[in-house]
Structure formats: C-alpha cells, structure tokens
C-alpha cells in the first residue's frame, strides 16, 4: 500500500466494538510453523458511517484469542478515495511490523476475513504462544 501506514496512530485503546453493522476478523500466525498467535494485538480503523479514518471511534485494537482469532464489529464501511477499504496493523515488538488494506468488493459488504502471517521482528523467539 503506498503510504503505508496510512493514518495509524499507535497505541489505539483496547475496544469492545467501534459501533455494529461491518464485523473484521481473522486469524493471526506465525511464520515457519504457522501456529496460531494468543494475545497478539490488532489494530483496526476505517472510513465509516461516524466519519473519516481519523475520527477516534473509527479505530482501536482488539486482542488475539487463544486459537489466534480476532473479530471487531464496527459500524458500515464507506468508500474512501474511492474504495470501501478497512486498515488493519500490528506493530509491537515480538513481530515484523505488518500493515494491510482489505479493499471490501462493495460499500454494502457486511464483513471481511483478514487471515495473515507475523515474521519475527529478530532472531529471538517471541514471547507469546
């Protein structure tokens, strides 16, 4: 994605929800083994019916379950620059900083699965299981 981390702000609060009708979710690994990553923390934002990506109750960060799921519902997804998209980020120190854009297939999508693979971010081992 050019730009990047396209509005992040890091350390978005731990949420419940970011308001209902669009639910985001997933599974996180581990590269090499693929096992699932627990208490992985994922940050979430997006252009929704409540405003622009910058609005404060348009992101936060939920954390991985045990089996390495995560799920946020948020409100509707509006297009931005043209595109229903979400962002998704993680960005602490046990793994490769990782930033992804979903590009959703329309404005009316309900929901999207974003599966994805942490790299360490050095050769030690992570501290999380």
């Given at each position: 994605?050019?730009?990047?981390?396209?509005?992040?702000?890091?350390?978005?609060?731990?949420?419940?929800?970011?308001?209902?009708?669009?639910?985001?979710?997933?599974?996180?690994?581990?590269?090499?083994?693929?096992?699932?990553?627990?208490?992985?923390?994922?940050?979430?934002?997006?252009?929704?019916?409540?405003?622009g990506e910058r609005v404060t109750s348009n992101r936060g960060s939920v954390?991985?379950?045990?089996?390495?799921?995560?799920?946020?519902?948020?409100?509707?997804?509006?297009?931005?620059?043209?595109?229903?998209?979400?962002?998704?980020?993680?960005?602490?120190?046990?793994f490769a900083t990782l930033f992804l854009r979903p590009?959703?297939?329309?404005?009316?999508?309900?929901?999207?699965?974003?599966?994805?693979?942490?790299?360490?971010?050095?050769?030690?081992?992570?501290?999380?299981?």
């Amino acid at each position: 994605m050019p730009g990047g981390s396209n509005n992040y702000i890091a350390n978005a609060p731990l949420v419940q929800n970011l308001g209902t009708g669009f639910v985001a979710s997933g599974v996180v690994r581990r590269a090499g083994d693929g096992a699932p990553l627990s208490n992985v923390r994922v940050q979430i934002w997006a252009a929704t019916e409540r405003g622009g990506e910058r609005v404060t109750s348009n992101r936060g960060s939920v954390m991985t379950g045990p089996d390495g799921t995560y799920r946020l519902e948020i409100s509707p997804i509006v297009p931005q620059f043209g595109q229903p998209h979400i962002h998704i980020a993680y960005d602490d120190r046990d793994f490769a900083t990782l930033f992804l854009r979903p590009v959703l297939s329309s404005r009316h999508d309900k929901s999207i699965t974003a599966d994805f693979v942490l790299a360490l971010a050095s050769s030690n081992e992570p501290r999380r299981s």
